[in-house]
C-alpha cells in the first residue's frame, strides 16, 4: 500500500477530487526522472549518489505538512525511490510482514518479502515515471549488487588454474562467490554455506561448459559491429549531460525565486519591528548564499564536457585486436592467468544457477552494467537426467518403428535441439541404446545368435556348455585356446563336432591345459 505521508514519496500527490496525479513542480519531477535514468546507466545506488554529489544537485522531500524542501541526497533516499513500485504507477500491499524477535519482545522487526510473495498488486493505477519491466530490472539489479558485495569486497587476483572464471563466478542461488575444484574434473562449488553452517553444498556446476560461453561472448564482443556501441555511449553520455544540465538549470531558478520571495518579504515588514525585520534579513541573506553557491558551481561546470568519436586509427587497431584474438586465444600463446586478466577487462562477474539437472541459468554482467542472459546445457551423467529424455525416447522409438538409421535420426532430433547427456548433439549410440531398449533391431544378428553352416560360434558353445562367452574368450587371449578369426566373417569359428564340446568339457574340468583348433 502506498503510504502518502512518506517523506520519500515525493512525485505523487492527491488533487481536490481524490485522484492521484504527478507533483505539478516540473524540477521535482526531472529530478526523480534523473535517478531512474542515472541508476539505468550506471547500475548501482551509490554511484547515482556520487553523481548528484559530484554536480551539486538536491533530492525534494516533503515535511509532515506536504510542503516540498530540498535536502542532500543519501543512499536511503535513492534506493527508496528506486524500490517504491508507486513510481511504476502500481498499487501494492504486503510488502513487508512483521516478525517478533522473542517471546515477550515488544520490538517488532519488519521483513522485507520477496516480490513472488507480495499480497495484492495492480499495475498501472497510478501515473507511472517507469514501466514495470524497468521496476522488475532495477530490483533484480539492486539485489544482484547486494550479493556481489554483501560478503566479497573483492575479486581477487587471477590465478594459474585451468578455470578462467576463478574469483568473478558467483551463485545464483545465494549470491556467494564460488570456489574451484579441480578433483576429477574442473567444477565450481558454492561451498559458503557450508563452511558457516554445515549444510550441505548449495550447488557445483561443471565448468567447462560456462568457460566456452563466456569466452565466445567476450571475443565477440571485441568484434567490429561491437564497435558500434561506442557510438551509441556516446550518445547517451551526452543525453545525460543535457539532463544534468537541466536540472542545474531549474535548480538555480527555484533559488532565484526563493531569493525574491525573501526579499518582497523584508521590503514589506515594518522597519521598526526589529525582530521580525533581523529574521527577514537573515532568511534573504541565506536564500542568496545558497544561490550564489548554485550559481558558482553551476559555472564551474561550464567547461565543455564533450566524447570524441573514436579516431579512425584507433578503430582500426581495435578491429585488428578482434580479429586476432580468438586465434591467439586458441593457439596457446596466451597462458592462463593472461586469459583471465584479458576477460576481466569487460567482463565484471558471472553469475551461474542450476535450474535444472542438465540447465545452467548464466548472466553475464559486463563493465559499466550490461548483461547478457542464456540458459547452458551442461553435460549429466545419464539420459534420465535430461530434461526432456521422455520426449527423446519417444521420438527415437517413433523413428526407428520406420526404419530410420540411427544415423539420420541422431542428425534430426539434434537439429529439433535433443542432444546426449555427455554431448552438445545427439550422438548415434545415443539412438542406438534407447532403440535395443525397446527391442528394435535393424539386423537379425542383433537379436539372434548367427549361425555359420558346419561351425560352432563362442556364444553358442558357451551356450551349449553353460558358460559365461568371457570365460572362452579370456582363454582364447592368454593363449589357453588356440584359434585365429575367420577371415570373411570375422568370428572365432570352432568345429560343429563332439569331439569340440568334448573337449571343452574336459579343458574346464581341468583335464586339458589347452587346447589347439
Known amino acids: ?68 524542501f530540498w535536502r542532500k541526497p543519501s543512499v536511503a533516499s535513492i534506493i527508496s525511490i528506486l524500490k517504491n513500485p508507486a513510481y511504476a504507477g502500481a498499487f501494492v500491499y504486503g510488502r513487508t510482514r512483521t516478525l517478533k524477535r522473542g517471546l515477550v519482545s515488544n520490538q517488532p522487526q519488519q521483513k522485507q518479502l520477496p516480490m513472488a510473495e507480495w499480497k495484492i498488486r495492480v499495475n498501472d493505477v497510478y501515473p507511472a515515471y517507469i514501466s514495470w519491466q524497468t521496476y522488475e530490472r532495477n530490483q533484480a539489479q539492486l539485489m544482484d549488487n547486494y550479493a556481489e558485495y554483501d560478503r566479497n569486497k573483492t575479486r581477487g587476483i587471477p590465478r594459474p588454474g585451468a578455470a578462467l572464471l576463478h574469483g568473478i563466478v558467483y551463485c545464483g542461488e545465494c549470491g556467494h562467490k564460488m570456489v574451484v575444484q579441480y578433483k576429477g574434473a574442473t567444477r565450481y562449488i558454492c561451498n559458503s554455506l557450508r563452511q558457516q553452517y554445515r549444510v550441505p553444498v548449495c550447488q557445483y556446476i561443471p565448468a567447462d561448459a560456462i568457460d566456452e560461453y563466456v569466452v565466445n561472448a567476450f571475443l565477440e564482443a571485441l568484434s567490429v559491429v561491437e564497435l558500434d556501441a561506442y557510438h551509441k555511449a556516446v550518445k547517451t553520455q551526452q543525453q545525460s549531460q543535457e539532463t544534468v544540465e537541466r536540472a542545474h538549470s531549474q535548480q538555480i531558478q527555484r533559488l532565484q525565486y526563493q531569493v525574491a520571495l525573501a526579499e518582497r518579504q523584508f521590503n514589506r515588514v515594518d522597519p521598526d519591528n526589529r525582530l521580525v525585520a533581523a529574521e527577514l534579513e537573515q532568511r534573504w541573506e541565506n536564500a542568496l548564499r545558497e544561490l550564489k553557491l548554485a550559481q558558482e558551481n553551476y559555472a564551474q561546470r561550464q567547461q565543455p564536457q564533450t566524447v570524441d568519436h573514436l579516431p579512425k586509427e584507433l578503430k582500426t587497431a581495435f578491429i585488428n585486436i578482434g580479429q586476432r584474438l580468438p586465434e591467439l586465444w586458441h593457439s596457446g600463446t596466451l597462458t592462463q592467468v593472461q586469459k583471465k586478466s584479458l576477460l576481466r577487462c569487460l567482463i565484471d562477474k558471472v553469475v551461474i544457477h542450476r535450474v535444472a539437472r542438465d540447465t545452467v541459468r548464466t548472466r553475464i554482467i559486463w563493465k559499466g552494467g550490461d548483461t547478457t542472459n542464456v540458459d547452458l546445457p551442461i553435460p549429466v551423467g545419464s ?16 523413428l526407428s518403428q520406420q526404419s530410420i538409421d540411427d544415423q539420420v535420426i541422431a542428425q534430426q ?20 541404446t534407447i532403440r535395443l531398449k525397446h527391442h528394435i533391431f535393424q539386423n537379425r544378428s542383433q537379436s539372434h545368435p548367427r549361425e555359420i553352416s558346419g561351425y560352432l560360434t563362442v556364444p553358442q558353445v558357451a551356450q551349449s556348455l553353460e558358460l559365461s562367452p568371457h570365460w572362452i574368450y579370456d582363454r582364447i587371449h592368454n593363449g589357453t585356446i588356440a584359434i585365429s ?25 581341468g583335464e586339458l591345459q589347452n587346447l589347439r583348433f
Request: proline content about 5%.
Open 485 to 509: 578369426k575367420d577371415e570373411s566373417t570375422g568370428l572365432y569359428l570352432f568345429p560343429n563336432l563332439p569331439d569340440t564340446l568334448l573337449q571343452f568339457q574336459k579343458l574346464k574340468a
Open 383 to 398: 539420459l534420465a537426467e535430461l530434461t526432456n529424455a521422455q520426449e527423446l525416447e519417444t521420438q527415437v522409438v517413433s
Open 413 to 432: 532430433l539434434t537439429a529439433q535441439g535433443y542432444r546426449s547427456p555427455l554431448c552438445k548433439t545427439l550422438l548415434p549410440s545415443t539412438v542406438k
Open 1 to 68: 500500500m502506498v503510504n502518502w505521508h512518506s517523506p520519500y514519496l515525493w512525485v505523487l500527490v492527491r488533487d481536490e477530487l481524490g485522484v492521484v496525479q504527478k507533483d505539478p513542480n516540473r524540477e521535482v519531477i526531472n529530478r526523480i526522472n534523473l535517478v531512474f535514468e542515472i541508476f539505468g546507466q550506471r547500475k548501482s545506488a551509490s554511484k547515482v549518489l556520487q553523481t548528484f554529489n559530484s554536480e551539486g544537485l538536491l533530492l525534494p522531500r516533503r515535511n509532515r505538512f506536504g510542503d516540498i
